[in-house]
């Protein structure tokens, strides 16, 4: 578990209870607001139907153990019983069935607004994260939603008034020590239920936090099964995974001996109440001043008592465990977001002229003590192609990520089309711009699915169109299952230079203004590059474009290039220009032809 997750974790549950309470009056959902208020109804009703049904049954027993008088009155008294249990059976029934909706709704809801949430914060948050961990804490922190909301609502609520109930009958009909002696054992029991699992719930968060990290370790070797295999680390990988699972496996073992333990003190104090309290009917009934009838009504109230606080402890315990598993989620809503767009921000076309993009003295560093870009400046005019090129390092991908504001400039300002980034609403901005990864990473999908990505409600006649331009057509309808191929884990299924004609195809598709090359055709063979080259310079015709490049063959056609290292510009220029310079492009450029030629 992370630091702020640990945090958040020690916070205490009752800001996470307060935190989902809004849930369970949604706005703007009156159908879910009533059948709220009928299935509190119908709580009422049947815990009011459950203390009825000993009265019943008691009266039946007295008039049963009486001889003689007509039977009539006795199988009155055991319809009615059967029909008040009949009746309290039906409430509760349609009590849970009115409650579903508003059960569902809350866990889906609060799950969505996290997993958005997610995708709103910074890249910089993911970067610290593992997927794997997250992953867990929204599954946990969701079915910790339904266990509140089920046991805790509609049986923390019942078993509560059922009590009040049962002991406020029971000092009427009896008198004032059946009642305390009730309470006593009553106290007894939540006072050593709660103490007692409030302390071994820290049991539960090490299951948590190794748990997390068990799954987060499998998550993370099989996605780099290929690297696993390279280096034969089969048996590290094992070891590890393993390690987790013994600290999963030493923390559920102590969890189950103090669940144990817990269920041992709770059964000792309900025998001993319930051996008080009828040590004092059978007293009653010995000196005559209580006839059978009253006997068995005391006992099965007592019965019936048992039943929840049995339940109030189990309750009690899901409830807090529900709401260990809650914390961390409700910790990431509450998580800040980094890049936030202005309070009225602008929104840019997504689609029509070529974007101008202008970066003006341009400071960024991932931190205080490591700046990367050290005040860069360049125009990139609309409709031209600049490209940037440089030593790994010198901040060329950095640049991209600033202008689809993953990170917020320390110092200077970028604009595009004259307005500064950070007045553009983020969804506009990057829904004009497109770009192919120097890693392209797939879903689990089909082709098309993976295509399609760029514009989810485009046609299959664009979408192959798309295809022909990336060059990838004749390869996917070559396949058994054509665009319905589905390419595996983050594409593992494809080589790299397929999947980077798959990022292609979807970029083209999206159709954006200013289309970023990030290393796009790294991974292709020198035919493919070329024919993949022709494609690109005929989608771009009508856009602007940056390239992002180590291999020099891909960008002489610019029509300026920028050269970079450690942050800074130290040459551009076009090709020609650069090469008659004799400086550092000349230099790369040279050493790029000595290793292509043979």
Known sequence: MSRSSAAATAEGSWPTLRALLPYLWPSGEPRLRVQ?????????????????????YARAVDVLSTRGGPLLVPVALILAYAGVRVLAAGFDALRDALFAA?????????????????HALSLRFHLDRQTGGLSRVILRGTSGIQTVLRLA????IPTLLQLALTVGVMWRMFNWRYALVTMVAVTAYTVFTFAFTGWRLKFRRQMNETDNTAQTRAIDSLINYETVKYFGNEAHESRRFDDSLANYEHAAVRSQVTLDVLNFGQATIIAVGLAGIMLMAARGVA??????????????????????????GF????????????????ALLRQPQEIVDSPAPTELPAHGQPLAVVFDGVRFGYGPDREI???????????????????????KSTISRLLFRFYEVTAGAIRVDGKDLRSISQASLRAAIGVVPQDTVLFNDSMRYNIAYGRPDAT????????????????IIQLPDGYATRVGERGLKLSGGERQRVAIARTILKNPRLIILDEATSALDTATEQEISVALRQVARDRTTLVIAHRLSTVTDADEIIVLRKGAIVERGTHAGLLARGGIYAAMWAAQADVASP
Request: aromatic share 10%.
């Open 36 to 56: 709220f208020v009928l299935a509190a109804v119908c709580l009422l009703l049947a815990k009011a139907a459950t203390v009825i049904v000993p009265i019943y």
């Open 153 to 156: 609502t509609f049986n923390v």
């Open 373 to 395: 870009l050290h005040g860069v400046s360049f125009i990139v005019q609309p409709g031209s192609k600049v490209a940037l090129v440089g030593p790994t390092g010198s901040g």
């Open 315 to 330: 309750v009690y315990r899901e409830f807090k465990q529900a709401l260990v598993d809650m914390e961390q989620m409700f």
């Open 287 to 312: 000196s005559g001043d209580m006839g059978v009838g009253r006997f068995v009504l005391v006992n099965t109230y007592l019965i019936q008592l048992y039943q929840p606080l049995n339940l109030l």
């Open 102 to 118: 508003t059960q569902q709704r809350a866990a889906r809801t609060v799950a969505r607004e996290t997993f958005e949430h997610l």
């Open 460 to 475: 299959d006649a664009e979408i192959e169109q798309a295809a022909k331009l990336a060059q990838i057509h004749d390869f």
